[in-house]
């Protein structure tokens, strides 16, 4: 018989904010998820890290997803590659 897995989304939310300025690579969000939910699918992890992505819900710099309150600052003076012409 089947089993069907739990929710994975809030899973992997509620990891991320754990994990705040650290970030998590998808492997390090999988294998939390597994842990509470050892049934969930393959890709299933990969797939809400993309679709939380494209949500603008996260961040993904480097190797690492961060929520978007924690992702490193790109642009941490707000200039926008502006420079001072000397």
Do not use: C
Not at 48 to 53: E, M, N, T, V
Request: a positive charge; glycine letters at 8%; hydrophobic letters at 35%.
């Amino acid at each position: 018989v089947r089993q069907r897995s739990p929710a994975i989304k809030p899973i992997v939310l509620d990891y991320m904010a754990s994990v705040g300025l650290n970030g998590a690579t998808s492997r390090e969000v999988d294998d939390h998820v597994r842990e509470k939910a050892p049934t969930v699918a393959q890709d299933t992890v990969g797939s809400i890290l993309s679709r939380l992505k494209s949500d603008g819900a996260l961040v993904y710099e480097g190797d690492r997803y961060y929520e978007k309150k924690f992702a490193p600052d790109s642009d941490p003076f707000g200039m926008n590659g502006l420079r001072a012409v000397k």
